[in-house]
């Protein structure tokens, strides 16, 4: 009877405007709802967020603030970094500044705190991502209970009730696995986006530390 359901089903999905679909998908879907809200909120602010940090990259006043601190003018790197939105040249400053009590120390603070912004948002992406497959699956689990539960009584009187079911199990897997692969896109180019950083702001530090040793060991 569930197999002759099935075909029932999906005709009733495909006559369904989307406000239909989402009342046939049962109470799970407002839990479902909220999460693709959060999750598309969140993805949208992100994507902001780096189209700015994009736009403020300044790689030459990087390269500009190396090159004087390699010329011992460590205030000029720090005026030149100072007036730049870049946040590797911010990092740099923060760190030249603080470089008398240490200058390494001062170089992971500021390098975590800029690190943090890449990362907001990931948590949560992560957590609508593995959470709305299983919301999905507690639809089914749902629509399935209805489906066996319509099937106690009179079949024949019943199909409707064992259609819906069947539908509500259909969509809230559906929502619940579209939620989740439309997901990873911003999540994965978020935990790129947040490794090639971690790159940049690595190599600002290895080359200040370079240009550092070289001016101790000529003053020995």
Known sequence: MITSSLPAAFILLM????????????????????????????????VIFIVRESASREPEVVEKMLEQVEAHDIEGAIALGSRSKDYVARILTYALTHREQSLANAFIRASNQELQRFQQGTAVLDTVITAAPLLGLLGTVTGMMRTFGAMTGDIAAATGSITGGVAEALIATACGLLIAITGLFPFNILNSRAEQAKHEISDAQNAIELILKKDETHSA
């Open 15 to 46: 006559n369904q405007t989307p406000m239909e679909l989402f009342a046939h998908g049962g109470i799970i879907m407002w839990p479902i709802l909220v999460i693709s809200f959060l999750g598309v909120t969140v993805a949208i602010e992100r």
